[in-house]
């Protein structure tokens, strides 16, 4: 199996930065896509940000210039540094990882998801 585990979440002003990790562990043979998504109160989950093995990104239209997401792959790890956090940003942030891995004698191919880390921005 894999895990994903995320730190970095809390409290901060309107404003103010947060750095997001999420660390990949288990029987992993590789990682494709790393990405973080968010879900705020009564509302879907949605993507805030992805980058591919080969370091290519995506971001929405809301955190564009704002959010950077970056990645280490001899770490197997996932980060988003946010900058100029608003209200708006305030949601549970989850990081997933399209992961090939080592099932018995065989590979499969799944999306991992983290538990979730709260950011909250006040206003």
């Known amino acids: 199996q894999v895990q994903l585990v995320e730190s970095g979440g809390g409290w901060v002003q309107a404003g103010g930065s947060l750095r997001l990790s999420c660390a990949a562990s288990?029987?992993?043979?590789?990682?494709?896509?790393m990405g973080w998504y968010r879900q705020a109160p009564g509302k879907q989950r949605e993507l805030v940000a992805d980058?591919?093995?080969?370091?290519?990104?995506k971001y929405a239209d809301s955190v564009k210039g704002r959010f950077a997401i970056s990645r280490d792959n001899a770490k197997n790890t996932v980060y988003l540094q946010m900058n100029t956090l608003e209200p708006e940003d305030t949601a549970v942030y989850y990081c997933?990882?399209?992961?090939?891995?080592?099932?018995?004698?065989?590979?499969?191919?799944?999306?991992?998801w983290g538990q979730g880390t709260q950011v909250t921005v006040s206003s």
């Open positions: 997933a990882a399209e992961v090939t891995w080592y099932k018995g004698h065989l590979y499969d191919h799944t999306k991992f």
């Open positions: 288990g029987s992993i043979f590789s990682i494709d896509e």
């Open positions: 980058i591919n093995s080969g370091g290519s990104t």
